[in-house]
């Protein structure tokens, strides 16, 4: 019977793929150089910043500054110019749109097992698969760098990375559509990886990071986010970083925040299934703070906010942030969602094996009467990050196959995975030449470190370190 993507059987789909090398040969995705028309990575930066809290953006660019890598986090508006002019397949997924190491980490699914995913979408948009996988191998290669591996350790580690995405891939090509959607890395296959590839270190430090994970829930982040005043609960200030709404704003604007606010999230429990909007009926808003958050989301509207429930025990905190224009948009076309925080919601679930319960999105007049989309989650649920400076070349090899493999699976739940897997093809042509254009844009992103380096020693643009 065909398959229902497009009315296509496998072995049409099969030949699409192998097809789609006459037009980007795999070999000639090694190849980056700048466009004669590059922009000004700085002007980039600017123009993101432009619609972004003023008083935060020193804080984003002060971020940026402190390493290669750093940067590179907050660059993915920079990086989606310049795959826009790389080679395409024609082939399309559903992108993250940011896939750099520290986009994969441990989180807590609905049944509270500890799977490892993709975790942040805020530029997911459909586009060329080829985009994530290069903007991961790339990533690999930075922080290689900073970790002072050789240009061989750092050639094994993103080799490894895209055979372990392309071997994936493959094997998700003769799987049936449900075998591939249930399909997750939870705590016993991590745990399993980490016994047969790592040493002894390794193997201790993702252990550790399973047991810390499982103990960053709300229950964790309530006492360190929180504490009582005046015999109420309240959200510790800790500004910048954190200011509650009751020192952000006079009264006045304040109260109508705090009303705009509490109508989102009223209003964003319709975008919940009906038992989790249940559930989340159950508990009373108690106090909101604004939050700097990341590295590129830095100066964007972020919004932590508690609510109770049984009892002053019983905590809910929700993260609710602006949701914009993904930075792939101008290279790939809008999204098929008019509301930007519906878009990230609706490629999250179809990226991620298993979502944080109250994802949902909202759209609310701000106070200076601009329209604004936002998507809320939890803020913490078992959540885990990687800490590529402690890894030695054999421990970010291994992290980088776990990365590869999860970002096929991600993929293959939205493209064409047998039309990909063919294209990919059983040898490593696409492997090593996405070894050469790590490398290359490493140097890249490197250049545009020093420009931003350069415009904040010139006082173009101004920094700030929290």
């Not at 959200?235 to 952000?248: A, E, K, R, S």
């Not at 700097?292 to 942030?321: H, M, N």
Request: glycine letters at 8%.
């Amino acid at each position: 019977m065909a398959d229902q993507l497009g009315g296509r059987s496998p072995k049409e789909r099969a030949a699409r793929g192998r097809a789609a090398r006459a037009d980007a040969p795999r070999s000639a995705h090694a190849d980056y150089q700048p466009s004669a028309k590059r922009p000004d990575p700085v002007d980039t930066l600017e123009a993101q910043s432009s619609a972004r809290l003023q008083e935060l953006v020193p804080i984003r660019y002060g971020r940026m500054l402190e390493s290669p890598f750093r940067f590179y986090r907050g660059a993915a508006a920079i990086m989606a110019g310049d795959l826009a002019d790389t080679p395409r397949s024609g082939i399309t997924a559903q992108l993250c749109g940011d896939a750099h190491l520290l986009n994969f980490r441990l989180l807590a699914s609905p049944e509270r097992h500890l799977v490892f995913d993709i975790n942040d979408f805020d530029e997911t948009l459909p586009g060329p698969w080829e985009w994530d996988v290069k903007r991961l191998a790339a990533s690999l290669v930075i922080a290689g760098r900073e970790n002072g591996y050789t240009d061989a350790e750092r050639a094994l580690v993103v080799r490894a990375t895209v055979r372990s995405y392309r071997e994936r891939m493959r094997e998700f090509a003769g799987l049936g559509n449900l075998a591939v959607w249930y399909t997750q890395a939870d705590m016993d296959v991590l745990q399993e990886l980490a016994d047969r590839r790592l040493g002894a270190r390794g193997r201790e430090r993702t252990r550790r990071a399973m047991t810390k994970a499982r103990g960053r829930d709300s229950l964790q982040a309530f006492e360190k986010l929180t504490r009582v005043v005046d015999g109420r609960r309240r959200i510790t200030p800790d500004p910048p970083l954190i200011v509650p709404l009751h020192d952000l704003l006079p009264g006045i604007q304040r109260d109508a925040m705090e009303d705009q606010l509490r109508e989102l999230i009223e209003r964003y429990g319709e975008s919940l299934q009906s038992d989790r909007r249940h559930l989340l009926r159950q508990y009373r808003l108690v106090d909101i703070a604004r939050k700097v958050v990341g590295v590129g989301s830095v100066g964007t509207r972020c919004w932590i906010i508690l609510l109770l429930g049984r009892d002053d025990e019983d905590p809910l905190l929700l993260q609710a942030k602006e949701a914009d224009l993904s930075v792939l948009a101008p290279h790939v076309g809008a999204s098929a969602y008019d509301n930007q925080g519906q878009r990230v919601v609706a490629g999250q679930r179809l990226m991620q094996a298993a979502s944080d319960i109250f994802l949902g999105w909202e759209r609310v007049v701000g106070i200076d009467v601009r329209q604004r989309d936002f998507y809320i989650r939890q803020l913490r649920d078992w959540k885990g990050i990687a800490e590529p400076q402690l890894m030695v070349p054999k421990d970010m090899r291994a992290f980088g196959e776990l990365c590869g493999a999860t970002l096929a699976r991600a993929h293959a739940r939205s493209g064409d995975r047998v039309a990909i897997a063919a294209y990919l093809g059983a040898g490593d042509t696409f492997d090593r030449a996405l070894t050469h254009f790590a490398e290359r844009y490493a140097d890249q992103n490197e250049r545009d470190h020093q420009a931003l380096t350069e415009a904040v020693r010139t006082g173009r643009v101004p920094a700030q370190s929290a």
